[in-house]
T-cell receptor, first 111, second 113 residues
Framework: QKEVEQNSGPLSVPEGAIASLNCTYSDRGSQSFFWYRQYSGKSPELIMSIYSNGDKEDGRFTAQLNKASQYVSLLIRDSQPSDSATYLCAVNENNFNKFYFGSGTKLNVKP | SAVISQKPSRDICQRGTSLTIQCQVDSQVTMMFWYRQQPGQSLTLIATANQGSEATYESGFVIDKFPISRPNLTFSTLTVSNMSPEDSSIYLC??????????FGDGTRLSIL
């Protein structure tokens, strides 16, 4: 059973702070890792992908991957109220397999 | 990334009826998936739509309840059959090319009375 675990939250941070979202996965064979953002009433939107150990930065977002510890995290710097959404972690074993999604972490950024 | 059009965007249906949801992509894609998202819940994969053959269903989902077609590499349909209030959900189509992340359509919001 391949599992992806996330804290459901809600995670509340003040505007301008760093939000840290975490995800652990059970399958050591996982090779690709993704973060999706889902606003209420909308479909998931890809915001970050990471494939190798270390950090990957894109604007205010940084994804961190540690395959040895089987976790992937997402940091959001200078959090804005518009970042308030549910963040879904997804992992994939190889290019032709399905994704496994976590249950999502709800983030609230307070003005 | 591919542009995904999903129809209808929402519907309200009577108990016992069936609804077919369409997913159209503007380019050929390798993989297409159908998900369900119940209120306040995360995504649940219903099946992988296979071009020219029967879909691959996940545990808990059966073809009689959720028949899926994929006649070509740009189009798929999901039918929700003999609907009950428990089928009220958002149904999402997603697509994926090799070496690429998965992308979602806007979803179909389905309510059953």
């Amino acid at each position: 059973q391949k599992e992806v675990e996330q804290n459901s939250g809600p995670l509340s941070v003040p505007e301008g702070a760093i939000a840290s979202l975490n995800c652990t996965y059970s399958d050591r064979g996982s090779q690709s890792f993704f973060w999706y953002r889902q606003y209420s009433g909308k479909s998931p939107e890809l915001i970050m992908s990471i494939y190798s150990n270390g950090d990957k930065e894109d604007g205010r977002f940084t994804a961190q991957l540690n395959k040895a510890s089987q976790y992937v995290s997402l940091l959001i710097r200078d959090s804005q109220p518009s970042d308030s959404a549910t963040y879904l972690c997804a992992v994939n074993e190889n290019n032709f397999n399905k994704f496994y999604f976590g249950s999502g972490t709800k983030l609230n950024v307070k003005p | 990334s591919a542009v995904i059009s999903q129809k209808p965007s929402r519907d309200i249906c009577q108990r016992g009826t069936s609804l077919t949801i369409q997913c159209q992509v503007d380019s050929q894609v390798t993989m297409m998936f159908w998900y369900r998202q119940q209120p306040g819940q995360s995504l649940t994969l219903i099946a992988t739509a296979n071009q020219g053959s029967e879909a691959t269903y996940e545990s808990g989902f059966v073809i009689d309840k959720f028949p899926i077609s994929r006649p070509n590499l740009t189009f798929s349909t999901l039918t929700v059959s003999n609907m009950s209030p428990e089928d009220s959900s958002i149904y999402l189509c997603s697509v994926r090319e090799a070496n690429q992340p998965q992308h979602f359509g806007d979803g179909t919001r389905l309510s059953i009375l």
